[in-house]
């Protein structure tokens, strides 16, 4: 059975490293699309199953415009996997490695949410709105915190074991030119995701479109399909 003291894959084209246990733990632009791509969905689809099991709500909690993909998920598992790997070269704890876990969390949600609302005046979420119990900010809290840590070890001790060897590296052009295609994909649905977020901020602001593609994601992503389709998040420039 592989474990993280026996994992050692040399990732050739992919330009990336992964050798737990060892000096030199680091991710290629393969892995990164992968594991972002994967748990960007994974994370969606967990979020809205506890969502309906614990508050009987069916809502859709997409964070891009196209897919079923939640960015935070992605994002997170990232730099997750990124971390775990530099901690095993430092030979970290367990409660080493929980404390680190629960600090990247914090400090993940804490710069979506500040960044959500600062730059695009939207909340996704607010756990001192939701009364949730010990929360440290509108976008952290004590519970969620020891989420992270959790998910962290369960991370670290039962899906990178497995992971890393089954997504390896790209040992033919099919799957380099595949996982290519994958992230470019991305990066353009985090692009237009991004200037809907922006153009429905200027609306607020009754700011008129300024060239073409503004006129484009005005038409086609308006504040109706935003309500539609980002339905947990809030514009809080209307709010009152």
Same mark, same amino acid.
Request: proline share 2%; glycine share 12%.
């Given at each position: 059975m592989l474990s993280h003291e026996n994992i050692k894959l040399s990732? /050739?084209? #992919? *330009?990336?490293?992964?050798?737990?246990?060892?000096?030199?733990? &680091?991710?290629?632009?393969?892995? @990164?699309?992968?594991?972002?791509?994967?748990?960007?969905?994974?994370?969606?689809?967990?979020? *809205?199953?506890?969502?309906? @099991?614990?508050?009987?709500?069916?809502?859709?909690?997409?964070?891009?415009?196209?897919?079923?993909?939640?960015?935070?998920? /992605?994002?997170?598992?990232?730099?997750?996997? #990124?971390?775990?790997? &530099?901690?095993?070269?430092?030979?970290?704890?367990?409660?080493?490695?929980?404390?680190?876990?629960?600090?990247? /969390?914090?400090?993940?949600?804490?710069?979506?949410?500040?960044?959500?609302e600062n730059f695009f005046g939207i909340v996704s979420w607010d756990y001192i709105a939701g009364h949730v119990p010990c929360a440290l900010s509108k976008w952290v809290a004590l519970p969620f915190l020891f989420a992270w840590g959790g998910l962290g070890l369960l991370w670290d001790r039962m899906v990178m074991p497995g992971l890393m060897p089954v997504l390896g590296g790209p040992t033919t052009k099919t799957r380099v030119v595949f996982v290519a295609l994958i992230g470019l994909f991305l990066v353009l649905d985090i692009v237009v995701t991004i200037v809907c977020f922006d153009r429905m901020a200027e609306r607020d602001a009754n700011i008129p479109p300024s060239n073409a593609i503004e006129e484009w994601v005005d038409k086609s992503y308006n504040d109706d399909f935003v309500a539609r389709r980002f339905q947990n998040i809030e514009d809080v420039t209307n709010r009152g």
């Open positions: 990732l /050739g084209n #992919a *330009e990336g490293i992964v050798s737990v246990g060892e000096a030199k733990s &680091r991710l290629g632009w393969y892995q @990164v699309t992968l594991i972002f791509f994967l748990w960007s969905i994974l994370g969606l689809v967990i979020e *809205e199953l506890w969502m309906r @099991v614990s508050m009987g709500v069916v809502q859709s909690r997409a964070g891009l415009v196209w897919g079923p993909f939640s960015p935070l998920y /992605g994002t997170g598992a990232v730099l997750l996997t #990124a971390v775990l790997l &530099r901690l095993h070269d430092l030979r970290a704890t367990a409660w080493q490695i929980f404390l680190a876990c629960m600090l990247l /969390g914090g400090v993940l949600e804490q710069a979506t949410g500040w960044a959500m």
